[in-house]
């Protein structure tokens, strides 16, 4: 048949034959839809159990139950020595000999500078 020689009852044929087609491939897709579904419900999600399996081995392993403190570390004590000087050491001195006298004076209600 050439493309000029189409009538009526020949595209009727063509549009039977693409809607047959097309429920005939809606039918297999839906076969595989409802395999995989039914391989899932029966096998279940093998690397998503993997995966929870090992956060949750994570998560026991990150834990912290309990803080333990050692003796000989005593890192949160003192001693009662300390040089205050050498804490000060590292910062620059910016206040002047003039405000740190003005601000170790005593508080008066009214004051000019």
Same mark, same amino acid.
């Given at each position: ?15 039977? @034959?693409?809607?047959? &087609?097309?429920? #005939?491939?809606? %039918? =297999? ?6 395999? $995989? ?25 990150? @834990?912290?139950?309990? &803080?333990?403190? #050692?003796?000989? %570390? =005593? ?6 020595? $300390? ?31």
């Amino acid at each position: 048949m050439l493309e000029g020689e189409l009538n009526d009852d020949s595209l009727s044929k063509i549009i039977d @034959t693409k809607i047959h &087609l097309n429920l #005939e491939i809606d %039918k =297999d897709e839906m076969y595989w839809e409802q395999r $995989a579904r039914q391989n899932w419900l029966k096998l279940g999600d093998k690397n998503l159990a993997y995966f929870h399996i090992c956060a949750l081995a994570r998560r026991k392993a990150n @834990t912290i139950s309990k &803080l333990v403190t #050692e003796e000989e %570390k =005593d890192l949160f004590k003192t001693n009662g020595e $300390a040089d205050s000087c050498k804490v000060l050491e590292g910062i620059d001195r910016i206040i002047t000999q003039e405000d740190n006298k003005f601000l170790l004076d005593p508080f008066q209600k009214k004051r000019s500078r």
